[in-house]
């Protein structure tokens, strides 16, 4: 699940540099494996990729020479491909005009894509990254868009096809080489992006109100304007949220004249989001579709209290735990409705990061005991109910519950204020392979004994989903969620069947990923020896102004080579 961001400023003599990374550093919680940005400069695009946390990548040198008044940044938390960084984002094509993408989400028709571009039109596809034909698939709609029609209108056009060749989750930004930004959100708006706005200059002083609408925004040239995965990242930049981008819908900033466009640009869009969004992945202070993630959270906690008050009237609970961090809200109001006394019986270590998004398993299970450590006079003696947003294969569950009993706990409860997990992730939660999930052909009592609690109750579905839709406002056009992995039906609609899903385990089980990585860290390190024969490449430290010729397909970042899509159309 990634963390996108993108920015125009409206002075042309302000850089976007500064505010991508702590957009992006807001935006970290979705993506830990890699970093990067791009900025525009006149008619010079920089970029500057690596992986690692964003903090890491991004260091004085590179910031320097990353300048411009419009940027994309991406953080990445790998679904397809590699986590190579040649394959972290932005990614970039020089033809047409120059164009980067930075992209959250999961493409699923992706083999008849890549036939598509590479048998039919003959661009290049250099990686197994869905991200790449999301880039190559607009590239190729913009060549094709005809003459003498506006360019808004050619963007517009080509963001069409792109829907209409697109299945899965994306959300996305382009950056154009000369001509803006454009962000957009497939027609089931799976994965979220958020659009805000603040006021420069004397607009600002003079005091007008922000536009409500990307139309009126395209009056005022003395406007900022953000696009991201989370609100979250536009209040801490000092924006204003003006409103969730809609499925379908595309917003194109024209870094020329300052104005703001959008289109719904699919015939039949539907307001069908991930659930798995609320559940876990975005920050509780995010407002999302119009609904605080924070209260929709503190409606499952409540709901879950009344299933276990339902399903064990006399539970003895003596005191409610979270298994720290996204777990704290929700079991907040599941000790309130339960009347029991909530506690910190676990410590989180601030320097470890998100386990469930970690690569490997082994890592994954290390990481747990890493991060978390117990207060034992919380546990000693007590029946503790343990609460946690999710559980997935279970890593944190089984070490937790046997932590709790190391601490002394006389009887130790588990509740998951989501539904057992039962089927994959195909929209871009790394969720790809059945037989990985504590919950794939268990009940709950062979559940419970897989994780040594007592017993689990996990939330049902209809009380996730009303956790969130209780919050919209009246006439919301959401009416439904993507609860595919937990009730294996998929929005998109097109037939996921056993083949599918065949493929998508001998890709990207943890053994398979593994093979990648030693794979692709060997391909990535004889690419690094070509870099002295390369031509029409410029390199600057670390960050990188990318050539605008054709015939270029290089771009280089202290060593973290890129080959991937540079190479313009191959007819
Ligand atoms: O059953 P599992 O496979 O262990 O996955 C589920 C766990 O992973 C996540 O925590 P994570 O540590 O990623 O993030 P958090 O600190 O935000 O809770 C989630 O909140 C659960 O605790
Ligand atoms: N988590 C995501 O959104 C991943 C984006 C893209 N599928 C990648 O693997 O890079
Ligand atoms: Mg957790």
């Known amino acids: 699940m990634c963390g996108i961001i993108g920015l125009l400023l409206a002075d042309e003599n302000q850089f976007v540099n500064q505010l991508l990374v702590d957009g992006l550093t807001v935006l970290q919680h979705r993506g830990q494996d890699a970093a990067g940005m791009v900025t525009a400069e006149r008619r010079r695009l920089h970029l500057r990729k690596d992986n690692g946390l964003v903090r890491d990548v991004f260091h004085t040198h590179h910031m320097m020479e990353l300048r411009g008044n419009v940027g994309i940044g991406h953080c990445r938390y790998p679904t397809a491909g590699s986590s190579s960084c040649a394959e972290a984002q932005p990614l970039y094509t020089n033809y047409p005009y120059g ?14 894509l890549t036939e598509y571009l590479q048998d039919t039109v003959g661009r290049h596809v250099n990686t197994e990254s869905d991200s790449e034909l999301l880039l190559n698939l607009f590239a190729e709609a913009l060549t094709k868009q005809e003459k003498g029609i506006s360019t808004t209108d050619q963007i517009f056009k080509a963001i069409a096809e792109v829907m209409g060749k697109c299945i899965g989750g994306y959300a996305g930004l382009y950056l154009i080489n000369g001509i803006g930004l454009v962000s957009f959100r497939d027609p089931h708006g799976i994965r979220p992006l958020v659009f805000g706005c603040r006021k420069t200059g004397s607009s600002a002083k003079n005091g007008n109100t922000v536009p409500a609408s990307p139309a009126r925004m395209g009056s005022d040239p003395q406007v900022d304007y953000v696009v991201a995965s989370e609100s979250v990242a536009i209040d801490t930049l000092g924006f204003d949220l003006v409103r969730d981008i809609k499925p379908g819908e595309a917003i194109f900033l024209d870094m020329n004249t300052g104005q703001c466009h959008s289109r719904v640009c699919h015939p039949n869009p539907t307001y069908t989001p991930c659930i798995f969004e609320y559940v876990y992945f975005a920050r509780p202070d995010s407002i999302m579709d119009k609904v605080s993630v924070y209260e929709s ?3 499952m906690g409540e709901k879950l209290a009344e299933k276990i008050i339902r399903l064990y009237p006399d539970h003895g609970i003596d005191v409610v735990v979270p298994i720290p961090d ?6 907040l109001q599941a000790a309130y409705r339960l009347n029991r006394p909530f506690r910190e019986g676990f ?13 490997g398993q082994e890592t994954r299970k290390k990481s747990v005991r890493l991060k978390l450590n117990t207060i ?8 503790v109910l343990l609460v946690d947003d999710s559980i997935v294969r279970g890593t944190t569950g089984h070490e937790i519950v046997q932590m709790a009993r190391d601490a002394g706990a006389k009887k130790v409860f588990f509740t998951s204020a989501a539904p057992p997990i039962r089927f994959p992730n195909i929209y871009g939660v790394d969720i790809p392979t059945r037989e990985e999930l504590i919950a794939y052909n268990r009940d709950e009592v062979e559940i419970a004994a897989k994780l040594g609690s007592d017993w689990v109750v996990y939330q049902d579905l209809a009380d996730l989903e009303d956790s969130v839709k209780c919050l919209l406002p009246p006439g919301h056009s959401l009416k439904d969620f993507d ?11 097109q037939k996921i069947g056993d083949e599918y899903f065949e493929k998508l385990y001998n890709k990207r089980n943890d053994k398979a990923k593994q093979m990648r ?16 024969t390369r031509m029409a490449m410029q390199s600057n430290d670390g960050a990188e102004a990318i050539s605008n010729d054709k015939r270029s397909g290089y771009s280089s970042d202290d060593g973290c080579e890129s080959l991937t899509n540079k190479t313009g159309k191959a007819r």
């Not at 034992?376 to 029946?383: D, L, P, Q, Y």
């Open 517 to 532: 990585e030693s794979r692709s860290s060997s391909v990535l390190s004889s690419a690094s020896s070509l870099s002295l």
């Open 297 to 299: 959270r503190l409606k």
């Open 347 to 359: 410590i989180k270590n601030r320097y470890i990061a998100r386990t469930f998004i970690m690569p």
């Open 483 to 493: 609860t595919s992995c937990f009730s294996g039906t998929y929005v998109t609609g």
């Open 376 to 383: 034992k006079s919380e546990f000693a003696g007590k029946n």
């Open 99 to 112: 164009i980067c993408v930075a992209h959250n989400g999961n493409i699923t028709n992706t083999q008849e």
């Open 326 to 331: 996204t777990s704290r809200t929700c079991a």
